[in-house]
Structures are given as structure tokens and as C-alpha cells.
């Protein structure tokens, strides 16, 4: 089961290089817009204590951890959702995404340009924004004229269906992005035929130089706040100076800088969060793994991720809380202390818990 985020914002406001170290991949940077045309994808590992935990407690020869996309998408311009600065192309990216990361420019820099002259992060976000509200209008636009017309049958789920894009068109023209209208469940799956941009979940990365531009990134937190929405802020510069050092040096060069750690980390486990997503785990002496699923997920379904077979012939599984094997580091202690229970079909997985499947050929 993959997941995905696209790292989204205006041209020239750091994408490319947080992606380069997210992934450690060399997507193409340079001054000036539309350098990434096509996005770049990058397999990024989710950072996780608890797989060392469990490595030490089950003495793993191999350790695999469980990974989140991100994709570059190309710089997004006023006049995108009309087809500016190649704008279809771009957010026909965005649409294949699970979630998007909004890179807002908070450092100043003569020596790289800014589209719109200035370093304003409020105006730079109501750019975005817009732009993603505007290409969702079109396309409940064009739902709400075809529905509408077909409705005239007196259909009574087409009427439905038309009622709820009226209020879906009210809430985009008013400059909403649609993650902001609550939705009953009904109207959710109406939602699925259409993959609105905004309706994604999202959050805000803070591209900042060392000086942190405190007051800059309290501008972006009171949107995200106002919308509900988390903020990272991260220096992608830095980072990536940091990259290009050993482990010593990038720690004595941390250190001289003043940066506590590395801001991925909390932009990965940020993206992770966002699209609600946890972690269970299998362990034993073979390999320990991290495997991800959406919160809610049943124990069924959750071993199949490991295989389809395993869901098909589900009988039980044998569960540890995370805590509790590392209160007693030993599986054996555990058991003894009545900590590993069998879970049924209606179990319903833990984050950080470790799960052995029973299961018929």
C-alpha cells in the first residue's frame, strides 16, 4: 500500500532542494521557474526508534522500515489553474497525490529570484491556494451543469447528488478549499469521482535560512492555524549542506550553527500524520519490519499488506503492544506475563504493535 505527498509552492521557493534531501535523489535545481517540469519521485524512509526496539529484542539480521513518497511537482504560478506557466500539466500531478506539502518561501536572497518580487508568504499561499480552488471549480462546474441536467428526470440520487455540488460550487466560489466543508459519508464517496485538489489533505513547510525568520513563519502559522493545518519549518539549504558532510562533520557543523536536529525528520513524520497513517510491525530472527496503515485499520486487512493470501485465510493473531515488549524486552517475558493476546477479525491494530498472523492456505 503506497502513500504519497506532493511537495507543491511557487516557483523557486526551495522544492527541488528539500526533495533532494528528503531523497537523497538530484532532482535539478536552479534559478529560475519550470526547472522541474516533470515530478521527480523520491522513496523516503519513515524514521521510527521502535524498529531498532524491536531489531535488538528479536536479534534481526534485517532491518526494513516502511517508506512514504514524495513528489516534486513543478512551481505553480498565478494563472496555473488557466493553464499559466504550464499549469494542467502540473496540477494533473497534484491530482495523483494522497496529500500535499505547501513550501512557502520565508528567507530572503537577492541572489534568487522570487516570482512576485517580494518575500510575502501570506501572498505567495493565496496564490496556491487559489489556483487549486479555481481548477476544483471548473470541475464541479462541469459536474454540477451535467448532473443538473440529468436530474431532470426526477431521479432521486441524481437530485441528491446535484444538491451537494450546489453547496460544494457556493463554498469554492467563496474561496474555500473543499477540506474545509464537512462532508457525511454518503457525499464522501460522491467525492471520489472527482479528485478535487483540495480536498487533500495538507500541510505548510516553512523554508527558512539559519536566522530561523521567526517573524516571517509566524505569518504562515497563523493561516495554517486559521485552517487547521500543521507547519514544519525547515532550512532546505542547510539540510543540504548537512547532507554533503560525514556523520562527525555534520554534527560538529549542527552544533556550530545552533540547529538542534534535522527538520526532515519532523517533515516526514509530518506527512505521515496528515494522511493519518500508522505503524504495526513484524518481527522475529529473520527480519524486523514497519509496515503502514491507515488508522482504523482491521487486523484482517492489516496482514493484508503483507500478503493477499494472509487476509483471505485470517484466522487470528498473536498481538504485543509496543510498550509492553519494550518494558520487558523479551517476547518470552511478555508471554509469561500474559502480555501477547489473540486478536480476532474485529481487532482493530495499534500503532507501534507487533503482530504475528495465523492464516489458512
Not at 27 to 49: L, M, R, S
Request: hydrophobic share 40%.
Amino acid at each position: 500500500m503506497g502513500f504519497s505527498l506532493g511537495i507543491v509552492g511557487l516557483p523557486n521557493v526551495g522544492k527541488s532542494t528539500l526533495f533532494n534531501c528528503l531523497s537523497k535523489a538530484r532532482a535539478e535545481c536552479a534559478n529560475y521557474p519550470f526547472c522541474t517540469i516533470d515530478p521527480n519521485v523520491g522513496v523516503v524512509e519513515v524514521p521510527d526508534k521502535r524498529l531498532k526496539v524491536y531489531t535488538d529484542i528479536f536479534s534481526s539480521k534485517k532491518t526494513v522500515p516502511t517508506v512514504i513518497e514524495f513528489y516534486d511537482i513543478a512551481g505553480l504560478v498565478k494563472g496555473a489553474s488557466q493553464g499559466e506557466g504550464l499549469g494542467n500539466q502540473f496540477l494533473s500531478h497534484i491530482r495523483e497525490v494522497d496529500a500535499i506539502a505547501h513550501v512557502v518561501r520565508c528567507f530572503p536572497d537577492p541572489n534568487i529570484v522570487h516570482v512576485s518580487g517580494t518575500i510575502d508568504p501570506k501572498r505567495d499561499i493565496e496564490i496556491i491556494n487559489l489556483e487549486l480552488i479555481l481548477a476544483d471549480l471548473q470541475v464541479i462546474e462541469k459536474r454540477h451543469a451535467f448532473k443538473k441536467s440529468s436530474a431532470k428526470t426526477g431521479d432521486k440520487k441524481l437530485l441528491e447528488e446535484v444538491d451537494f455540488l450546489s453547496r460544494l460550487k457556493a463554498h469554492l466560489e467563496a474561496g474555500n478549499p473543499a477540506r474545509r466543508l464537512p462532508f457525511a459519508e454518503k457525499e464522501k464517496e460522491m467525492l471520489k469521482e472527482v479528485q478535487l485538489l483540495t480536498v487533500k489533505p495538507q500541510l505548510y513547510v516553512a523554508n527558512v535560512d539559519e536566522s530561523g525568520n521567526r517573524e516571517t513563519v509566524k505569518q504562515v502559522e497563523a493561516i495554517a492555524a486559521e485552517e487547521g493545518v500543521p507547519v514544519v519549518a525547515i532550512s532546505a539549504k542547510l539540510e543540504a549542506e548537512v547532507q554533503e558532510l560525514s556523520e562527525e562533520e555534520a554534527r560538529e557543523y549542527m552544533r556550530e550553527i545552533g540547529l538542534e536536529k534535522s527538520g526532515l525528520a519532523d517533515m516526514i513524520r509530518g506527512g505521515y500524520g496528515l494522511l493519518d497513517l500508522i505503524t504495526f510491525f513484524t518481527a522475529g530472527e529473520k527480519e524486523t519490519r514497519a509496515w503502514t496503515i491507515k488508522r482504523g485499520t482491521l487486523a484482517p486487512q492489516a496482514a493484508g499488506c503483507i500478503h493477499s493470501d494472509f487476509e483471505r485465510g485470517f484466522i487470528a493473531a498473536e498481538v504485543i503492544h509496543y510498550a509492553d515488549l519494550e518494558a520487558t524486552r523479551s517476547y518470552q517475558a511478555a508471554k509469561e506475563k500474559g502480555m501477547v493476546r489473540t486478536e480476532g477479525k474485529n481487532y482493530l491494530v495499534q500503532d507501534g504493535d507487533w503482530m504475528l498472523f495465523r492464516f489458512n492456505v
